[in-house]
């Protein structure tokens, strides 16, 4: 008796297969085929698309299950030869799963096809228009093994292609787009949320209901919700190229082509290139938080400058940028600064001439003088480009703000907070730092090829306390797996390393605020990570640092610097002591200056960011 289920199922797949499988039957609602792997004969269905290697073709008997895909792709590059769209034809094949990298989803296709027969032509083809003749796309999750979020820990637990859940495409995204691989599809009112990459490929939102949608026209990324209703229009079908001019906000016609898993993300491959109807007028405002000129209101940015070198085109663009939009701040926290020779990998670890060159800049933009302060690397020890020692550092206008006591650490001093003798009122009364600046426990192995924190004590003019900064530069999520991938949940690179960054600089920070609760504390930069996921937690918790965006409620779809395949996201923050976190004075905003611009204006990879804050103690 023990074998009769076997020869049940064998016996059953024995008939489908000599009634001829249905597309819907290939499919399975599943990510993976039943058929996997397997020969299957006289498969029917209306040619809806060509491509350069092969061609679309959709079930002339369709099922009502809305997870199986009515339509398949029929890969090979002779097959569409004698072939046109609107004909019904019938054809032999194999079942195929593919994928070019083993972290992505499989594409389902038929391949080697042969016995193809025409059994009528000039048939009518009409796209399914996305979210009226199909559900519309889930717009919070991916996947059900995300275990409720892409940030769910552990990550990396499952494979969607081992596990093969039974596709859900009311719920999740990626179900969705895989309950509609190969069909023809029409986005209508296509926006893009971001600049297309260098070949056009280009995400974007159709005319159905998202979240998540910024004021410029991105969707931001928030907790537990990581927008997977946009889609990428990848490369046209007819050799035509979409432009790459566009940018975050700007409208495009109605769009038509076919869903296909390509290098590792649902695309939509358009019949031909996406023609733009009307660009964003969205604009950047310059900010308007106005310094006092001391310590009852200071303005302080923070901006990641990517791979800022004394020769680089970017840098009197940077230098605009400071002048314009940030209006001079009295400090000023910068990331990836290289050293004078760039990347050139030559031993050279001073940036004096990249800094010095920056400065001149910025005094020739604005008639603003700044100084600044960092602390040199041991060369090609802190990661990012080879050669290139990029580091922290901070520009101060003098005349507002100065180092407290200054005594510059080298690159492997690490600086220590020491208590005041009596620990009481007034400037004497105040912690400081044994080397200012100074970087935090630049030994500890949570720095290993990565960024060690740049601490400093400073005094604006006419406070009664000094006040502490931490420009920080954690490491970057290279090595994680896309939310579009095969790994569930997905990936978050580097995130050990986060995660011991966030209690070694969590708890420098948790020391000054022990000996002074009332301190006035900005830790401020790249942090690489999201303030709802575990790291960020994790640093706010042990340091008691609040998130600024928090602090002063920004809206949730404007906390962004930074897109990144379908998400506006914020890599970059400031957190503040409490005492800063309640002071009337507080003010916080991000400068979306190359989320939205188009790829030719775009100076850096990141937004920069700037607060108005008092810092006077008491
Ligand atoms: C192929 O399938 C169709 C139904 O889709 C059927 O009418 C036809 O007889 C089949 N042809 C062969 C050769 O089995
Ligand atoms: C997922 O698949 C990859 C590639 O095949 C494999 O290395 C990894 O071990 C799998 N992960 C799990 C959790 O099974
Ligand atoms: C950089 O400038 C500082 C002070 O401005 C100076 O002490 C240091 O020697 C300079 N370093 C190099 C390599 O020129
Ligand atoms: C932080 O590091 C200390 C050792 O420096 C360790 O004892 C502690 O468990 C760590 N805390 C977290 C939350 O990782």
Redesign the pocket.
């Known amino acids: 008796m023990k074998t009769t289920p076997v020869v049940c199922w064998a016996f059953a797949s024995l008939q489908s297969l000599a009634a001829a499988l249905t597309i819907a039957e290939i499919n399975g609602n599943k990510f993976i085929s039943p058929y996997s792997g397997q020969a299957v004969t006289n498969i029917t269905g209306l040619i809806t698309a060509k491509g350069p290697n092969g061609i679309w073709i959709r079930s002339t008997t369709p099922d009502t299950d809305k997870a199986t895909s009515e339509s398949i792709y029929v890969f090979s590059s002779t097959v569409g030869a004698k072939l046109a769209v609107g004909d019904i034809i019938s054809l032999d094949g194999k079942v195929a799963e593919y994928r070019s990298a ?2 992505y989803i499989y594409l389902t296709e038929i391949s080697s096809p042969k016995n193809v027969l025409v059994l009528s032509s000039g048939n009518t083809v009409t796209p399914l228009a996305i979210g009226k003749d199909t559900l519309p796309p889930p717009t919070v999750q991916y996947s059900g093994l995300d275990a409720g979020d892409i940030y769910g820990l552990p990550n ?4 969607l ?2 596990v093969n859940p039974v596709l859900d495409p009311t719920q999740y995204g990626l179900d969705f787009w895989e309950s509609l691989s190969g069909e023809l599809v029409t986005v209508r009112r296509p926006q893009a949320i971001k600049v297309p990459n260098q070949y056009g490929d280009t995400w974007v939102l159709g005319d159905w209901a998202v979240t998540g949608k910024n004021q410029h026209g991105g969707v931001t990324m928030a907790d537990k919700d990581s927008n997977p209703e946009s889609i990428i229009i990848g490369s046209p079908l007819d050799g035509t190229k979409n432009p790459t001019s566009s940018k975050m906000g700007d409208q495009f016609e109605d769009i038509t082509g076919v869903v296909q898993q390509t290098f590792g993300f649902y695309n939509i491959l358009p019949l031909t290139a996406l023609k733009p109807t009307t660009f964003s007028s969205a604009s950047v405002n310059p900010s308007t938080f106005r310094s006092a000129g001391k310590c009852s209101a200071i303005t302080v940015g923070s901006y990641n400058v990517e791979n800022l070198a004394p020769t680089s085109a970017h840098l009197p663009k940077v230098a605009a940028h400071i002048a314009t939009y940030l209006k001079t701040p009295d400090l000023l926290f910068l990331q990836e600064i290289q050293d004078d020779s760039g990347p050139t990998d030559d031993g050279v670890v001073s940036a004096n001439t990249t800094l010095t060159t920056l400065v001149d800049a910025i005094r020739a933009a604005s008639g603003v003088s700044y100084a600044f302060a960092s602390v040199d690397p041991v060369a090609n020890a802190d990661g990012g480009q080879p050669g290139g020692n990029i580091r922290q550092a901070y520009l101060y206008r003098p005349e507002v703000v100065s180092l407290y006591k200054p005594n510059p650490g080298g690159p492997t001093d690490a600086t220590k907070v020491v208590a005041a003798k009596g620990n009481g009122k007034g400037l004497g009364g105040a912690p400081t730092l044994s080397f200012n600046p100074g970087r935090i426990d630049p030994g500890n192995a949570a720095w290993t090829a990565s960024r060690k924190p740049l601490a400093a004590v400073w005094r604006a003019s006419g406070a009664r306390r000094p006040f502490y900064t931490v420009n920080v530069h954690w490491s970057s999520k290279g090595g994680g797996t896309s939310l579009h991938g ?2 569930r949940p997905p990936v978050n690179g580097a995130l050990a390393a986060r995660m011991a960054q966030a209690n070694v600089t969590g708890s420098f920070i948790a020391e000054i605020l022990a000996l002074d609760p009332g301190a006035n504390v900005i830790a401020a930069g790249d942090f690489n990570e999201f303030s709802f996921v575990q790291p960020l937690r994790s640093f706010s918790a042990i340091s008691s640092m609040v998130d600024l965006d928090e602090a002063v409620k920004t809206p949730a779809e404007e906390r962004y610097t930074y897109a990144f395949d379908m998400n506006a996201q914020s890599l970059d923050h400031m957190y503040v002591s409490p005492a800063l976190a309640h002071s009337k004075v507080t003010r916080f905003e991000h400068l979306h200056v190359n989320t939205w611009a188009k790829y030719a204006d775009v100076v850096s990879d990141h937004d920069p960011s700037i607060a108005l804050v008092a810092v006077c103690g008491c």
């Open positions: 083993n972290t990396g637990q499952a494979n292609s081992q095969d790994v």
